[in-house]
């Protein structure tokens, strides 16, 4: 069975940083890419990162850019996404899944999620 | 980037109506389009990819359609387990964009 568990969320303050991580397990973590998609409080889905399998291709959204960095481990099976001079507009439940391919670059699967709150 | 737009943004609807939500593309995404389906306080579900291949496992009352810039989703006849927020989402562009999403409400 497929499973995507994000940790690391939490409280911070603006301008500080946090790293989320996600622990893959049910297929081979290696041969697929994954990105990151969050929800604010009561509003609509915003693709924030995605990662192709072998971190050969990166692509961030302009809102992150130069702020959040997406990595992965394969050998750990593990996704992280690295927030610095994060903002009140990043709280949002942050959520890892995997892409069916390259052909096909939609999430298949997904995490529970990880709400990161940035207030003061 | 590309801006997905949904209509409505939510409707009431009963169970057993055919519904039909519309998205649009600020520009033309041939056919690469994908619908989800999210419930509260849960992760988003795919249930369309590549405009109208349905997902492995999803029913055959919802179906997708469309190309270039105007696309559908249509469940054809509603049951209780899909009253939810639908979003559509290009991936044309290698930065993906959602729709703002769509809520089936109990009529």
């Known amino acids: 069975e497929v499973q995507l568990v994000e940790s690391g969320g939490g409280l911070v303050q603006p301008g500080e940083s946090l790293r989320l991580s996600c622990a893959a397990s049910?297929?081979?973590?290696?041969?697929?890419?994954l990105t990151w998609v969050r929800q604010a409080p009561g509003k609509g889905l915003e693709w924030v990162s995605y990662?192709?399998?072998?971190?050969?291709?990166?692509n961030n959204a302009d809102s992150v850019k130069g702020r959040f960095t997406i990595s992965r481990d394969n050998a750990k099976n593990s996704l992280y996404l690295q927030m610095d001079s994060l903002r009140a507009d990043d709280t949002a439940v942050y959520y890892c899944?995997?892409?069916?391919?390259?052909?096909?670059?939609?999430?298949?699967?997904w995490g529970l999620g990880a709400l990161v709150t940035v207030s003061s | 980037a590309i801006r997905m737009t949904q209509s409505p943004s939510s409707f009431s609807a009963s169970t057993g109506d055919r519904v039909t939500i519309t998205c649009r593309a600020s520009?033309?995404?041939?056919?690469?389009l994908a619908w989800y389906q999210q419930k509260p306080g849960k992760a988003p579900k795919l249930l369309i990819y590549a405009a109208s291949t349905l997902q492995s496992g999803v029913p055959s009352r919802f179906s997708g359609s469309g190309s270039g810039t105007d696309f559908t989703l249509t469940i054809s006849c509603l049951q209780s387990e899909d009253f939810a927020t639908y979003y559509c989402?290009?991936?044309?562009?290698?930065?993906?964009?959602f729709g703002q999403g769509t809520k089936v409400e109990v009529k």
């Open positions: 990662i192709s399998s072998s971190s050969n291709t990166i």
């Open positions: 899944a995997r892409v069916v391919s390259s052909a096909s670059q939609v999430a298949d699967y």
């Open positions: 520009q033309g995404i041939s056919s690469y």
């Open positions: 049910g297929f081979t973590f290696s041969s697929y890419s």
């Open positions: 989402q290009q991936y044309y562009s290698p930065s993906w964009t």
